[in-house]
């Protein structure tokens, strides 16, 4: 059990894909490169994928990659270096083929792996070229419905597009939320972008965008929280 915030992003192959010729070629992906410290020390680095397998309808693997970390002690500049490992799980559904990749929460001073990143340099393991692999929608409508089926489960909403001079962005939340005119005058202004809402059948709290990044914000376990995406949000999905 977790009861860190995770985030995850949801994206989506273009390109023919087969599960198997997927598989080959990321079981050899491994690219190292020489960085020179302050120092001049030459330290290499190296992006690799692990843990790859294999189940029925899906892949699922880890991009490692390392990084320098630089940080000041009794200030002294310290280099040191450091490996971000970022999960991530292909997925067969409806006749398309999806990537959700995860982002833990790494060491302060350390860059972020982004979740943009891995599926950028998977596209070009995969395909050569960057642009296979794209962002996914869920629709305004869908995360509006999710909140009306279940009023009392949302915690907050965030609208964007929002058509009032001066204003960018409008949020609910709090005892706001179950102000329905409030809400329905908002609705006027502008589109939902964000929602966190309770999963009572799960017992967990989730955010979600319109883009498709989903964050876990309850104690659960990672497996249990791709799990959801996987059969309950990829459904969702434009």
């Known amino acids: 059990m977790r009861n860190l915030v995770l985030p995850a992003k949801i994206f989506?192959?273009?390109?023919?894909?087969?599960?198997?010729?997927?598989i080959?070629?990321?079981k050899d992906f491994r690219e190292e490169e020489s960085c020179?410290?302050?120092?001049?020390?030459?330290?290499?680095?190296?992006?690799?994928?692990?843990?790859?397998?294999?189940?029925?309808g899906s892949v699922s693997g880890v991009f490692s990659k390392d990084f320098i970390?630089?940080?000041?002690y009794k200030r002294?500049?310290?280099?040191a270096p450091i490996t971000e490992e970022s999960p991530f799980w292909i997925k067969t559904?409806?006749?398309?083929?999806?990537?959700?990749?995860?982002a833990p929460s790494v060491a302060r001073g350390v860059k972020k792996l982004l979740t943009n990143y891995v599926a950028n340099k998977l596209s070009k393991v995969l395909f050569i070229l960057k642009g296979s692999i794209i962002e996914v929608k869920i629709s305004h409508e869908t995360l509006k419905e999710l909140h009306e089926s279940n009023p009392q489960a949302t915690k907050l909403i965030w609208f964007d597009q929002v058509d009032l001079p001066g204003v960018e962005?409008?949020?609910?939340?709090?005892?706001?939320?179950a102000d329905s005119e409030l809400y329905q005058d908002y609705l006027k202004h502008g589109k939902i972008w964000y929602v966190v809402f309770g999963v009572h059948k799960r017992g967990i709290v989730v955010g979600i965008t319109r883009n498709c990044v989903v964050?876990?914000?309850?104690?659960?376990?990672?497996?249990?929280?791709?799990?959801?995406?996987?059969k309950d949000l990829l459904i969702l999905v434009e």
């Open 76 to 79: 002294e500049l310290i280099e």
């Open 12 to 22: 989506e192959i273009k390109e023919e894909a087969d599960l198997g010729l997927i």
């Open 169 to 177: 962005k409008l949020c609910l939340a709090g005892s706001d939320l």
């Open 93 to 102: 559904f409806k006749n398309k083929v999806f990537i959700i990749v995860s």
């Open 24 to 26: 080959s070629k990321l």
């Open 69 to 72: 970390q630089r940080r000041y």
């Open 36 to 56: 020179r410290t302050e120092n001049g020390e030459t330290i290499n680095l190296l992006s690799e994928i692990l843990d790859l397998k294999q189940e029925e």
């Open 215 to 230: 964050t876990l914000f309850s104690k659960s376990s990672a497996d249990d929280f791709i799990d959801y995406i996987l």
